[in-house]
C-alpha cells in the first residue's frame, strides 16, 4: 500500500532538512507507546517516514517513485543500509541519536542503549543577575560579576591528563568516539551508534590523570567577568555570554551564560519603548503668556520654550533625546508634559493679584 511520507509528518513536500528533523521530534515523542495516547503503529510510521525523508538519497527516490521503491523487492529499501558514522549495517532500521538532540537522549531510554555519541557533552547554562540605574542603561556600562561555578582544570585545561601523560585513541571505538550497538525491540532491529562507554565519547585514552582534577578536567572556582552591557537594554532582558556557563568535565564544551538586566526606577524619568517620559511643572504666567523654562533630561539640562496659550496636559517631544536603539543609529524622543504650578503658599500681594484676576474672568 502506497504511503504518503510528508503527510504522515505533516509536513510539504518543499519541507527543509530541519523541519523533517523536528516533525520527527515531536511525532515521535507525540506516539511513543510508553506515553498516554501513544500509538505503536503511527509510531512506527513516523520512524519508517523519517528513514526515508531524513536521508537525500532516499528523498530523492520517494519523490520519484513513491513508497514503492522502498518496499520490499524495491531498490531503495531499510534492508543492507550503509550506516552512519563509517558504520555499515545489515537489516533493520538505523537511529543516529546525534540527529535527535534531547530526543537522542529519550530514545535511549526507551530501548536500553546509550545516550549520544560523536559530540562533546556540553555544560548547563547559569542565569545571574545585575541592577543598574535608569542612566546605564540607557547609555550602557561595563559591569563585574562574580561567579563560582565548574570550570575547567586550571592544570590539565580540561583534559583530565596530567601535563606530563600521554593521550593516545580509544581502542575500543578507535578514536572515533562513538561505537555500533544492535538492539531488538518491539519494532524490530535498531542499529544504533552511541557514545563508547571505555572514553565517554572523547575517543581519546588517559594514560596517566591529572592529579590536581582526578582525571575529571574539572574544577570548580570562583570567577570575575567584565561584562559590557549595550546602550539601550531594558528591565528583564538578557545578555548571552557564550562559553561561560558550567563546564562539564572532559573534554566537553562549556554552558552559557545569561546575564539578566535589572533597572531600578527613577524619580524623574519613566520609559516607553525607546522613548523617556517626564513631567515638568510650569508657572500660570508662563503657560498663559509664554516664555522659557529649565528641565532636566537624560543628557542634562535643556531651555524648553512654551509657546503662550499652553494648556495643561501638554506634551511637548524633545527629539533624539530618549533611548538608544540597538542598532545604535538613533536614539527615541523625550516627551514632557507640561502641568501647571500651584504653590502651596501665597504671599499677600500673589493673593490680591490672583483675585484680582479671577475678578477679569482668568
Known amino acids: 500500500?502506497?504511503?504518503?511520507?510528508?503527510?504522515?509528518?505533516?509536513?510539504?513536500?518543499?519541507?527543509?532538512?530541519?523541519?523533517?528533523?523536528?516533525?520527527?521530534?515531536?511525532?515521535?515523542h507525540q506516539y511513543h507507546p510508553d506515553k498516554n495516547g501513544g500509538d505503536e503503529q503511527k509510531f512506527k510510521d513516523v520512524n519508517e517516514?523519517?528513514?526515508?525523508?531524513?536521508?537525500?538519497?532516499?528523498?530523492?527516490?520517494?519523490?520519484?517513485?513513491?513508497?514503492?521503491?522502498?518496499?520490499?523487492?524495491?531498490?531503495?529499501?531499510?534492508?543492507?543500509?550503509?550506516?552512519?558514522?563509517?558504520?555499515?549495517f545489515g537489516q533493520g532500521f538505523n537511529i543516529n541519536v546525534d540527529d535527535f538532540g534531547d530526543l537522542g537522549d529519550v530514545l535511549g531510554g526507551m530501548f536500553g542503549f546509550g545516550g549520544r555519541g560523536g559530540k562533546k557533552?556540553?555544560?548547563?547554562?547559569?542565569?545571574?543577575?545585575?541592577?543598574?540605574?535608569?542612566?546605564?542603561?540607557?547609555?550602557?556600562?561595563?559591569?563585574e560579576i562574580r561567579l563560582y561555578k565548574p570550570a575547567p582544570c586550571p592544570i590539565c585545561k580540561g583534559t583530565g591528563s596530567d601535563p606530563v601523560?600521554?593521550?593516545?585513541?580509544?581502542?575500543?571505538?578507535?578514536g572515533r568516539g562513538k561505537v555500533q550497538q544492535t538492539q531488538r525491540t518491539i519494532f524490530g532491529v535498531m542499529?544504533?551508534?552511541?557514545?563508547?562507554?571505555?572514553?565517554?565519547?572523547?575517543?581519546?585514552r588517559i594514560e596517566k590523570p591529572c592529579r590536581h582534577c582526578s582525571g575529571t578536567g574539572m574544577d570548580k572556582t570562583e570567577k570575575t567577568l567584565?561584562?559590557?552591557?549595550?546602550?539601550?537594554?531594558?528591565?528583564?532582558?538578557?545578555?548571552?555570554?557564550?562559553?561561560?556557563?558550567?563546564?562539564?568535565?572532559r573534554d566537553g564544551l562549556a554552558g552559557d551564560l545569561y546575564v539578566r538586566v535589572r533597572v531600578a526606577k527613577d524619580p524623574v524619568f519613566e520609559r516607553a519603548g525607546n522613548d523617556i517620559l517626564s513631567a515638568v511643572q510650569v508657572p500660570f504666567s508662563v503657560m498663559a503668556l509664554?516664555?522659557?523654562?529649565?528641565?532636566?533630561?537624560?543628557?542634562?539640562?535643556?531651555?524648553?520654550?512654551?509657546?503662550?496659550?499652553?494648556?495643561?496636559?501638554?506634551?511637548?517631544?524633545?527629539?533624539?533625546?530618549?533611548?538608544?536603539?540597538?542598532n545604535g543609529k538613533s536614539r527615541g524622543d523625550h516627551l514632557v508634559t507640561?502641568?501647571?504650578?500651584?504653590?502651596?503658599?501665597?504671599?499677600?500681594?500673589q493673593k490680591k493679584l490672583l483675585e484680582e484676576l479671577n475678578k477679569s474672568g482668568l
Not at 543492507?80 to 563509517?86: E, H, R, T
Not at 522659557?292 to 527629539?319: C, H, M, N, Q
Open 1 to 28: 500500500m502506497s504511503k504518503d511520507y510528508y503527510k504522515i509528518l505533516g509536513l510539504k513536500k518543499n519541507a527543509s532538512e530541519e523541519e523533517i528533523k523536528k516533525a520527527y521530534r515531536r511525532l515521535a
Open 49 to 88: 517516514a523519517y528513514q526515508v525523508l531524513g536521508d537525500k538519497q532516499k528523498r530523492a527516490q520517494f519523490d520519484q517513485f513513491g513508497s514503492a521503491a522502498f518496499e520490499q523487492g524495491g531498490f531503495g529499501g531499510f534492508n543492507g543500509a550503509q550506516g552512519f558514522g563509517g558504520f555499515d
Open 121 to 143: 557533552k556540553r555544560g548547563r547554562d547559569i542565569e545571574t543577575e545585575i541592577r543598574l540605574s535608569f542612566k546605564e542603561a540607557v547609555f550602557g556600562v561595563e559591569k
Open 165 to 174: 601523560g600521554k593521550i593516545s585513541s580509544c581502542q575500543t571505538c578507535g
Open 191 to 204: 542499529n544504533t551508534v552511541v557514545a563508547c562507554p571505555d572514553c565517554q565519547g572523547t575517543g581519546q
Open 226 to 249: 567584565k561584562i559590557r552591557v549595550p546602550a539601550g537594554m531594558n528591565d528583564g532582558e538578557a545578555l548571552r555570554v557564550s562559553g561561560e556557563g558550567e563546564f562539564p568535565g
Open 290 to 326: 509664554g516664555g522659557s523654562i529649565d528641565i532636566e533630561t537624560i543628557d542634562g539640562p535643556v531651555d524648553l520654550k512654551i509657546p503662550a496659550a499652553t494648556t495643561a496636559g501638554t506634551i511637548f517631544k524633545l527629539r533624539g533625546k530618549g533611548i538608544p536603539y540597538t
Open 338 to 349: 507640561a502641568l501647571p504650578y500651584v504653590p502651596a503658599k501665597l504671599t499677600r500681594e
